[in-house]
């Protein structure tokens, strides 16, 4: 058993003796009271305008109002979710959960994606119905309210962007982006309905937002899941990782290899290496982290030496031609 010691402060050196040696960077990030403003503010103007734009839109009969009504009440519960996440993952790590609370933000994105496409869902049957059975459609109003509605979603956009990088902020802003998709739709179906009156333009450009929602939405749900499932990042290769490891000098073999994501923005390794010369380990792990650390920026390491015949069934990935003796033992 290896105790991890976590330090909000500075990362702790493995000690030359340490048989499994862990190396953890938990220094703060940059301040983030830009990021938590940017959240409130976001959610104070888009639910407070989502009421607006649904007495509106029920009072014009618009589906387009009305789906972008929908929209921002779904941003006001994603924001207001994103931001509890983000208080929750600021917390310290414990000893129920060591590695902190930082996937909160995962989670809360993982969610978020799939309101969105739950959203999707209702939109298509409901401009489906609209152009079965048209509606009559105030124009006039539409394009007002809309018009207002992309003022709105422009500021929060542009709160949000400037509030960092992670999958939780990310999440909300293509929430508040893809409700811009959607002012931008019931602004184009009220002008069509004052000038032409053609009322189908409504549920139709509601069905293309819908699409264009899918395909960004898609993307998140697909990285927010690989991150829960503690897959490989996208940005890193397994073989790649293991072949690096193996040209650290000393290094002969490497097995039970993980690389997973702890967070949006963290990549996490575990590893045994088998070595040729036990007495330098020390300056073979030392070796390692350094590598890890500036060819694919993974800061949590957990490195094993070992020095005995692998278990069979092992996933072993040789870097030199290794001999065996009678006793299956490694040279």
């Given at each position: 058993m290896h105790p991890h010691s976590h330090s909000a402060s500075r990362s702790r050196r493995p000690a030359a003796t340490d048989p499994v040696a862990h190396a953890h960077s938990h220094?703060?990030?940059?301040?983030?009271?830009?990021?938590?403003?940017?959240?409130?503010?976001?959610?104070?103007?888009?639910?407070?305008?989502?009421?607006?734009?649904?007495?509106?839109?029920?009072?014009?009969?618009?589906?387009?109002?009305?789906?972008?009504?929908g929209h921002m009440f779904t941003d006001t519960?994603?924001?207001?979710?994103?931001?509890?996440?983000y208080w929750v993952s600021r917390r310290p790590p414990s000893s129920r959960a060591t590695y902190g609370y930082a996937r909160a933000e995962v989670l809360a994105a993982f969610v978020n994606a799939l309101?969105?496409?739950?959203?999707?869902?209702?939109?298509?049957?409901?401009?489906?119905?609209?152009?079965?059975?048209?509606?009559?459609?105030a124009g006039g109003m539409v394009l007002g309210i809309a018009s207002v509605g992309l003022l709105v979603n422009l500021l929060s956009a542009w709160m949000l962007s400037?509030?960092?990088?992670?999958?939780?902020?990310?999440?909300?802003?293509?929430?508040?982006?893809?409700?811009?998709?959607?002012?931008?739709?019931?602004i184009a179906a009220g002008a069509v309905i004052v000038f032409t009156g053609w009322t189908p333009i409504d549920p139709i450009l509601s069905l293309a937002v819908s699409l264009l929602i899918v395909r960004s939405t898609w993307s998140l749900l697909a990285q927010s899941t690989g991150v829960l499932m503690e897959g490989v990042p996208s940005h890193l290769d397994y073989e790649t990782v293991g072949r690096?490891?193996?040209?650290?000098?000393?290094?002969?073999?490497v097995h039970d290899l993980h690389v997973w994501q702890m967070t949006s923005d963290r990549a996490a390794l575990s590893a045994h290496l088998l070595i040729a010369e036990p007495i330098r380990w020390p300056q073979t792990l030392a070796a390692a982290q350094v590598l890890l650390a500036d060819e694919f920026h993974i800061d949590h390491v957990t490195l094993q030496p070992t020095w005995h015949q692998v278990p069979p069934g092992k996933r072993i990935i040789p870097v030199m031609p290794v001999s065996i003796d009678e006793k299956g033992q490694f040279h």
């Amino acid at each position: 058993m290896h105790p991890h010691s976590h330090s909000a402060s500075r990362s702790r050196r493995p000690a030359a003796t340490d048989p499994v040696a862990h190396a953890h960077s938990h220094a703060p990030r940059p301040s983030d009271r830009g990021t938590s403003r940017a959240l409130i503010w976001a959610l104070a103007l888009t639910g407070g305008f989502g009421v607006i734009e649904a007495v509106g839109g029920w009072i014009a009969g618009s589906l387009a109002l009305l789906s972008d009504a929908g929209h921002m009440f779904t941003d006001t519960a994603s924001l207001g979710l994103a931001l509890l996440a983000y208080w929750v993952s600021r917390r310290p790590p414990s000893s129920r959960a060591t590695y902190g609370y930082a996937r909160a933000e995962v989670l809360a994105a993982f969610v978020n994606a799939l309101a969105l496409l739950a959203l999707v869902v209702f939109i298509v049957i409901e401009a489906v119905r609209r152009l079965l059975l048209p509606q009559p459609v105030a124009g006039g109003m539409v394009l007002g309210i809309a018009s207002v509605g992309l003022l709105v979603n422009l500021l929060s956009a542009w709160m949000l962007s400037r509030a960092g990088n992670s999958l939780n902020t990310r999440s909300a802003l293509l929430h508040v982006l893809s409700d811009m998709l959607g002012s931008v739709a019931a602004i184009a179906a009220g002008a069509v309905i004052v000038f032409t009156g053609w009322t189908p333009i409504d549920p139709i450009l509601s069905l293309a937002v819908s699409l264009l929602i899918v395909r960004s939405t898609w993307s998140l749900l697909a990285q927010s899941t690989g991150v829960l499932m503690e897959g490989v990042p996208s940005h890193l290769d397994y073989e790649t990782v293991g072949r690096a490891l193996l040209r650290v000098p000393g290094v002969t073999a490497v097995h039970d290899l993980h690389v997973w994501q702890m967070t949006s923005d963290r990549a996490a390794l575990s590893a045994h290496l088998l070595i040729a010369e036990p007495i330098r380990w020390p300056q073979t792990l030392a070796a390692a982290q350094v590598l890890l650390a500036d060819e694919f920026h993974i800061d949590h390491v957990t490195l094993q030496p070992t020095w005995h015949q692998v278990p069979p069934g092992k996933r072993i990935i040789p870097v030199m031609p290794v001999s065996i003796d009678e006793k299956g033992q490694f040279h």
